[in-house]
């Protein structure tokens, strides 16, 4: 039996690079619906979306197991276009820190049956784009006190 995850992640900084957080929400028959964010510290736009798709695949792994992972299908929507044109190897990446991230999550894609990146709409990725507003807001905030 193939599982089938469809994962929406957004990673966002309140200035470039600046406070920023990743948000994630995944959704399947087998798991339901479940919600994720991480305060990231400073970094930029570019750099936090790379982050969300990684703690996206860390907590799937986290929920599925090994056994399921590997007969899984996931579909990571995203709201960057040159973050999916990135990973879906259409555009170079020259930045050093987004080569790392990006063959981390090369690596963290082998533990999985097929992994495939789309683009969306903000408007359509609106869930993660909440937990990563949450998160920062709350984080700005305990610093102005």
């Known amino acids: 039996m193939k599982y089938k995850f469809l994962i929406h992640t957004d990673g966002g900084a309140r200035g470039n690079p600046g406070p920023a957080a990743a948000g994630v929400v995944i959704e399947s028959d087998l798991i339901g619906h479940k919600e994720y964010g991480e305060y990231l510290g400073e970094v930029t736009n570019n750099e936090a979306e790379y982050r969300a798709v990684i703690l996206a695949l860390k907590k799937l792994k986290h929920l599925v197991g090994g056994d399921k992972s590997g007969n899984s299908f996931v579909e990571i929507y995203v709201d960057s276009e040159l973050l999916e044109r990135q990973l879906n190897g259409e555009y170079k990446i020259k930045d050093g820190n987004i080569k ?39 984080e700005i905030n305990k610093l102005k006190l």
């Open 100 to 138: 790392n991230f990006f063959i981390e999550i090369w690596n963290l894609k082998i533990d999985f049956g097929e992994v495939v990146f789309k683009h969306i709409p903000r408007e359509e990725n609106v869930e993660a784009d909440r937990i990563v507003n949450q998160i920062l807001d709350k």
